[in-house]
T-cell receptor, first 111, second 115 residues
Framework: DAKTTQPPSMDCAEGRAANLPCNHS???????VYWYRQIHSQGPQYIIH???NNETNEMASLIITEDRKSSTLILPHATLRDTAVYYC????????????FGTGTRLQVTL | EAGVTQSPTHLIKTRGQQATLRCSPI?????VYWYQQALGLGLQFLLW???????NRGNFPPRFSGRQFPNYSSELNVNALELEDSALYLC??????????????FGPGTRLTVL
């Protein structure tokens, strides 16, 4: 799996958009970008994934640069319940099939 | 739809003992993954089972082992427990057969404490 780099922490005011960056400059052509989050002491929760096109679901949007070397997860209207550690993962399906979690970004949403 | 379940929630053992952790995947999922999350550290991949076979293994000693049963539930065994085995053990499941990507659904975890 390609290595990912994320800022260790970010703050966001409630109601504002949270933009979480991720660098994955060594990503290979068949590796997806996944985002998960982990609320304190719970199991990680899948958020979104993408290959090269931007993606949106009910939780978030994922913007992937054209060269695929970086991406941004956007929570459009952050709430206090979005406070969590967010993990960006560049991973493959198939024979390996494991997810390599880095240290993630601790997002603190404040009033 | 029921999610991934794990038991027990908490487990306390002493050094040298054996621990057995259990996981039931989401109905229809054939792949089960085990991860270790030690305090203050990220999730480390332990094992991947699919269709009853071990498919991949992380960088852990052989005293970490497991199996997957015909109903796709799984068991993680840790022998000769050491203090540094104290961690949250997370199980995840996915359905690789119907999906072209690897979305994994995680359970709540088992917190193992080794005294």
């Amino acid at each position: 799996d390609a290595k990912t780099t994320q800022p260790p922490s970010m703050d966001c005011a409630e109601g504002r958009a949270a933009n979480l960056p991720c660098n994955h400059s060594t990503i290979s052509g068949n590796e997806y970008v996944y985002w998960y989050r982990q609320i304190h002491s719970q199991g990680p929760q899948y958020i979104i994934h993408g290959l090269k096109n931007n993606e949106t679901n009910e939780m978030a949007s994922l913007i992937i640069t054209e060269d695929r070397k970086s991406s941004t997860l956007i929570l459009p209207h952050a709430t206090l319940r979005d406070t969590a550690v967010y993990y960006c993962i560049a991973g493959n399906t198939g024979t390996a099939s494991k997810l390599t979690f880095g240290t993630g970004t601790r997002l603190q949403v404040t009033l | 739809e029921a999610g991934v379940t794990q038991s027990p929630t908490h487990l306390i053992k002493t050094r040298g003992q054996q621990a057995t952790l259990r996981c039931s995947p989401i109905s229809g999922h054939t792949s089960v993954y085990w991860y270790q999350q030690a305090l203050g550290l990220g999730l480390q991949f332990l094992l991947w089972y699919d269709e009853g076979e071990e498919r991949n293994r992380g960088n852990f000693p052989p005293r970490f082992s497991g199996r997957q049963f015909p109903n796709y539930s799984s068991e993680l065994n840790v022998n000769a427990l050491e203090l540094e085995d104290s961690a949250l053990y997370l199980c995840a499941s996915s359905d690789l057969g119907r999906s072209s990507y690897n979305e994994q659904f995680f359970g709540p975890g088992t917190r193992l404490t080794v005294l």
